[in-house]
């Protein structure tokens, strides 16, 4: 089944209030806005990258922030959504096919989570919402200034030099697809240095 940017924005508008925190809604919203205007310039379905940004992180409706990649992965295929869909669930939070390239550490063992990110050939549009998770708060930052951020609340691990390794060989990534610095789509990164 499909889903569209509307439908999406109105499950995270739903979602309001049901949790902890609106935080996490406010910034998937960030992340589907930053990966339209990516998609956009670089002749993509904006539609489809903006749908795959606000949904990433739905699984924190539906359990503990820490399971939020399987939760939503659970929650929108049982929902009947396409398998492109909530695929993104799981690949936002891994970088370069490895579970171990995280921002939060080095998540617990679930075979088939490590298996799926071991082999799943990662698309465009998930490597555009990985750099856009990467940059976005509730509003769009530069990586230093977001990966900062994630350390600072959720502290240093031994895979933290490897993932910033990794976060920056995507934004260089970008920033060649695009034949610019990716963060000249968004001038008012500037403000929020």
């Given at each position: ?60 409706l539906v359990g503990e922030f820490q399971s939020h990649v399987m939760n939503g992965y659970n929650y929108l295929k049982n ?22 390239c995280t921002a939060g550490g080095i998540p617990s063992d679930i075979p088939f989570r490590r298996e799926f990110i071991k082999n799943h050939e990662y698309t465009i549009y998930e490597k555009i ?65």
């Amino acid at each position: 089944m499909k889903l569209t940017s509307e439908e999406a924005l109105k499950m995270l508008d739903n979602a309001r209030g049901k949790t902890a925190s609106d935080g996490w809604i406010d910034h998937s919203i960030c992340v589907g806005n930053s990966a339209a205007k990516i998609a956009e310039k670089l002749n993509l379905d904006v539609e489809y990258a903006r749908t795959l940004g606000y949904i990433h992180d739905i699984g924190k409706l539906v359990g503990e922030f820490q399971s939020h990649v399987m939760n939503g992965y659970n929650y929108l295929k049982n929902l009947g959504y396409d398998e492109k869909y909530y695929n993104i669930c799981l690949t936002h939070s891994y970088l370069n096919n490895d579970v171990n390239c995280t921002a939060g550490g080095i998540p617990s063992d679930i075979p088939f989570r490590r298996e799926f990110i071991k082999n799943h050939e990662y698309t465009i549009y998930e490597k555009i919402i990985n750099l856009c998770d990467l940059m976005c708060t509730n509003v769009v930052n530069t990586i230093d200034k977001r990966l900062i951020d994630i350390m600072i609340r959720r502290g240093a691990y031994e895979n933290t030099q490897y993932h910033i390794k990794e976060t920056y060989k995507l934004k260089e990534y970008f920033d060649n697809l695009l034949g610019y610095s990716v963060y000249d789509l968004f001038p008012e990164i500037y403000k929020n240095l």
